[in-house]
């Protein structure tokens, strides 16, 4: 039987973000995957005070990174896709016979609860909305709260994505690299029509949502738009792009959507995940208790 000759991680992990382009994954998972083995690279070279290689790895090696992360403020959550993506990546070293096995099935998942998705109500998001300043952020938010449209998916929008005429917005290799229709309702149709007619600028750019400073409209001012926003409401609640997401399907499990027709407007591929939007108060709960 032939030597195994052995690899270092740095060409290992090219390799990997290699094999997740052939298969087509999305840029922000090929992105996720790399940041977080980069970053486990140069803390084992520092460990180690030089290159390592693959078969150097030890179980060892990744609880103290993953100790590490938590005393970097990482949360539970954060460290479990940490976790899951050594997973994968050594699952694809033991297809390439980098490794004999896959050590970091020993890693044991950390445990934390679940918190309840933050969610704004009609009333709310009626009231952030007005309150919005910036014109074409504006917009940005009225479309993530009418589709549920996650803020990377909204940043890349084309103008030929969003079809007025038809009213549906086509979202092409969305999360997972799945594409996806979504209806444009009456409400988001008027706002859309106005946008293009009054507030995109004249801009080269085939971006749908576009600033004329860089022809794009990126996550960041999207953001800070929301902290300022909700700043001046005098807020507690945390808003971001992805709470939108979050009332979007909360508002849909709240006026009786079917789950399946949730899951498929929101681009999840399992179920389970939608289930996580049906938010039961205790008054909710009693009145369910009642009915026995």
């Avoid at 180690?48 to 060892?60: F, K, L, P």
């Avoid at 918190?115 to 300043?133: C, F, G, N, Q, S």
Wanted: aromatic letters at 8%; hydrophobic letters at 35%; a positive charge.
């Amino acid at each position: 039987m032939p030597t195994r000759k052995p690899i270092l991680l740095t060409k290992a992990i090219d390799e990997f973000i290699h094999y997740l382009k052939s298969k087509e994954r999305s840029k922000e998972t090929e992105r996720g995957y790399n940041i977080v083995l980069q970053n486990f690279k140069a803390y084992l070279e520092k460990e180690m005070n030089g290159q390592a290689y693959v078969d150097e790895i030890t179980v060892n090696h990744m609880e103290d990174y993953l100790s590490y992360r938590k005393d970097q403020g990482d949360q539970p959550i954060t460290r479990n896709k940490s976790l899951y993506i050594f997973r994968s990546f050594f699952n694809y070293l033991v297809r390439k016979d980098h490794v004999e096995r896959n050590i970091s099935l020993n890693l044991e998942p950390i445990q934390y609860q679940q918190k309840e998705r933050v969610y704004l109500l009609p009333e709310e998001m009626v009231t952030l909305i007005e309150a919005v300043d910036h014109a074409i952020v504006k917009s940005a938010v009225i479309t993530m709260a009418n589709t549920g449209l996650r803020v990377s998916e909204l940043c890349h929008l084309t103008l030929a994505d969003v079809d007025l005429k038809n009213k549906v917005i086509k979202v092409r290799q969305g999360k997972g690299n799945k594409d996806r229709s979504i209806p444009i309702n009456d409400k988001l149709h008027q706002e859309l029509t106005l946008y293009l007619k009054d507030h995109r600028p004249l801009v080269s750019s085939d971006r749908f949502f576009a600033t004329s400073k860089t022809g794009t409209l990126s996550r960041q001012t999207i953001n800070h738009e929301l902290e300022v926003t909700t700043n001046k409401l005098g807020w507690s609640k945390h808003v971001t792009a992805h709470i939108l997401r979050h009332s979007f399907a909360s508002s849909l499990v709240r006026n009786n959507a079917p789950l399946p027709a949730v899951q498929k407007l929101m681009g999840h591929s399992d179920l389970r995940v939608t289930s996580l939007y049906i938010h039961q108060n205790m008054d909710q709960l009693q009145q369910a208790v009642n009915l026995i």
